[in-house]
């Protein structure tokens, strides 16, 4: 292998990783950057001299748009402020779905919650705006200790799901989630029960989490787009026996989907505890113009055998450990792209390559104040990189 260092001064780089023979070089066709990237069907291609892998769009979710639902929150006294909101709202989407579909609109106010939202089959929650329609949860709902609670969530196998414009808040504050476990969920789409199965099509626009142990956790799910989000400051102390330290619990984690995109100005900022941008095992995934800074440990971190990733025009600062990286938990990334990234500040590697991953291409990324030194690191046994 030979590792390309095209204008780049050595004391920039840290290369832990023996060099052999060979040499590809890698370059972005001009159709790199689709105008309309979630209802688009062009891809983001990075062509290798033996090789050339894509990242596959996802096809945003269908709702039947005019059938349309609107609800207000309950009026809370001293007296009955523990009422549970919930249960007009899963009414709502339940008849939404028997007629096959449609919009269930929170109006103005705060929605207080003792228990999960549940998502059905081409319905959209909607809210007037972040910090408008705001979902929260109740004082007196204690999450499931070991499986954990989802304030908005799944259950079932469905398909064509849209959560937009509203802000769900776990109303726990960093200093208690990090002083005890606290295991809820902002949002969390899965099939857990149904091991084989896979959701379709979800689409999470113009939302807030805040104050969750995890924000945005989706697994088992294929067609899944983030866009113009803010997760922000969710995290917790990790238990002793499920979760032994608090780096599993994220702003976002990512995890088994094929075709997602994250893009359109995301911001995962400030975990207390984890990454803002946790993947695991997901192919076909772009990363464009988000912003990851603050977190207690990765801005992005990519793991479990993913392939097929391109990460771009992203800013990843001030983190607790490496900036934009690869992890061989599971399995090593293969087919991968961090480019024109800005890389700032960050207490480890600006770029952190692990070991044994192959295929990958470091490219045009702006790195300041990094520790240390500004360094991309290599891993051992990497196979066909690329690295500027």
């Known amino acids: 292998m030979r590792i390309l260092l095209n204008n780049v001064k050595l004391w920039q780089l840290c290369i832990v990783v023996t060099l052999t023979t060979g040499l590809l070089s890698c370059k972005k066709t ?26 596959d ?3 945003k979710a269908t709702i039947y748009e005019t059938r349309t639902t609107t609800l207000s929150t309950l009026n809370v006294s001293e007296a009955t402020k523990h009422i549970n909101n919930a249960t007009q709202i899963n009414n709502a989407i339940n008849n939404m779905s028997s007629q096959g579909g449609g919009t269930v609109v929170l109006n103005a106010g705060i929605y207080r919650i ?4 549940r998502l059905k089959s081409k319905v959209r ?24 609670s989802d304030m908005v969530g799944t259950r079932g196998v469905i398909s064509d799901m849209v959560i937009s414009d509203l802000t769900i808040d776990g109303n726990t504050p960093s200093s208690s989630r990090m002083s005890n476990f606290f295991n809820m969920y902002g949002i969390r789409i899965t099939v ?55 780096y599993f619990f994220h702003n976002v984690y990512l995890r088994s989907i094929d075709r997602a995109q994250v893009y359109d100005g995301n911001r995962f900022i400030n975990s ?19 912003i990851m800074t603050g977190n207690n440990f990765r801005g992005v971190r990519i793991g479990g055998a993913s392939v097929d990733v391109v990460v771009k025009n992203n800013t ?33 590697y600006g770029v ?12 045009g990324n702006s790195l300041s104040g990094n520790t240390p030194t500004n360094s991309v690191s290599l891993g051992n046994g990497l196979s066909n990189m690329d690295v500027q």
Request: hydrophobic letters at 30%; glycine letters at 10%.
């Open 125 to 148: 929650l909607k809210g007037v705006g972040i910090d408008e329609s705001i979902i929260k949860r109740d004082e007196s709902w204690t999450p499931d200790y070991d499986n954990g």
């Open 316 to 348: 990843v600062s001030n983190n607790k450990d490496f900036g934009i990286g690869t992890a061989t938990d599971g399995g090593t990334p293969t087919r991968f792209s961090f480019v024109d990234n800005t890389i700032s500040n960050n207490q480890g």
């Open 114 to 117: 003792t228990g999960p939202i």
């Open 30 to 55: 001009a159709n790199d950057q689709p105008d309309a990237l979630a209802e688009s069907s062009e891809k983001n291609r990075i062509t290798l001299a033996t090789a050339t892998y894509t990242a």
């Open 57 to 59: 769009l996802p096809t």
């Open 192 to 246: 857990d029960d149904f091991p084989g199965s896979k959701n379709q099509r979800a689409y999470v626009t113009t939302i807030k989490v805040v104050n969750c142990g995890m924000g945005v956790h989706i697994k088992h799910t294929n067609d899944v787009i983030l866009r113009n989000c803010d997760v922000e400051a969710n995290g917790t102390l990790g238990n002793n026996t499920t979760h032994p330290s608090p």
């Open 272 to 290: 207390p505890s984890g990454n803002g941008l946790n993947i695991t095992a997901v192919t076909n995934l772009t990363i464009d113009a988000n």
């Open 352 to 363: 952190k390559i692990g070991s044994n991953s192959s295929y990958g291409q470091v490219r």
